[in-house]
């Protein structure tokens, strides 16, 4: 089974602009969640979407911003890109059944700079 | 809030002895996950090990296995006869179960780094 696919993987973006990360879940996971990493602040979490809605959000500006499919695929946006922006954004899926199913799976990874 | 804490940012081991990473959260929940997660330079974060709250044994994977002490909200991973391909970040995790229509989001620690001599 293929797992969580995340593009692009790299992205160079300048202050001001907007970017959208693609995440495609594993296949019949339907829960996708956000989640950016830096040196600084470590892991801190983004977003939840589950059946295209989105269930639960972290401490993060109305910049950022996302959304899910019917297929459980999720993008997410940032817009008015800042220099704290740059970051490694990554992508976790679960099933979201039950107890023993919800695990959460990585992706790889989208690694953005903003200049 | 729960928080998750990691106080070894770097430990090192040799190739085929034994380590044990230390993790301790704080929660006012009784039923929640723990989580281990390894992240090589690649940076493809992979699970190692998860542990439900309420399971008195402790989890077990192979070679990794964890010391859960719910009581002192202690987390710690052992890693057995330690490899070369296990040189990560290893980042200890907190979740709490389903609840209003949210799964909960993972709540992590600031990682340890792991490094393996041979």
């Known amino acids: 089974k293929a797992g969580v696919t995340q593009t692009p993987r790299y992205l160079i973006k300048t202050r001001g602009q907007q970017v959208t990360l693609s995440c495609s879940p594993i296949s019949g996971h339907r829960s996708v969640s956000w989640y950016q990493q830096t040196p600084g602040q470590g892991l801190q979490f983004l977003f939840e979407y589950f059946s295209e809605t989105q269930r639960n959000k972290g401490n993060f500006p109305g910049r950022f911003s996302g959304r899910q499919f019917s297929n459980s695929r999720s993008e997410m946006n940032v817009s008015t890109l800042e220099l704290g922006d740059s970051a490694l954004y990554l992508c976790?899926?679960?099933?979201?059944?039950?107890?023993?199913?919800?695990?959460?799976?990585f992706g790889p990874g989208t690694r953005l700079t903003v200049l | 809030a729960q928080t998750v804490t990691q106080s070894q940012p770097e430990m090192s081991v040799q190739e085929a002895e034994t380590v044990t990473l230390s993790c301790t959260y704080d929660t006012s929940e009784s039923d929640y996950y723990l989580f281990w997660y390894k992240q090589p330079p690649s940076r493809q974060m992979i699970l190692v090990i998860r542990?439900?709250?309420?399971?008195?044994q402790n989890a077990t994977e192979n070679r990794f296995s964890v010391n859960f002490q719910k009581a002192a909200k202690s987390f710690s991973l052992k890693i057995s006869d330690s490899q070369l391909g296990d040189a990560a970040m290893y980042f200890c995790a907190y979740r709490s179960p389903l609840r209003g229509g949210s799964q909960g989001n993972l709540i992590f620690g600031k990682g340890t780094k792991l490094s393996v001599k041979p």
């Open positions: 976790a899926s679960s099933y979201r059944g039950g107890r023993s199913t919800d695990t959460q799976y």
């Open positions: 542990q439900e709250a309420y399971k008195q």
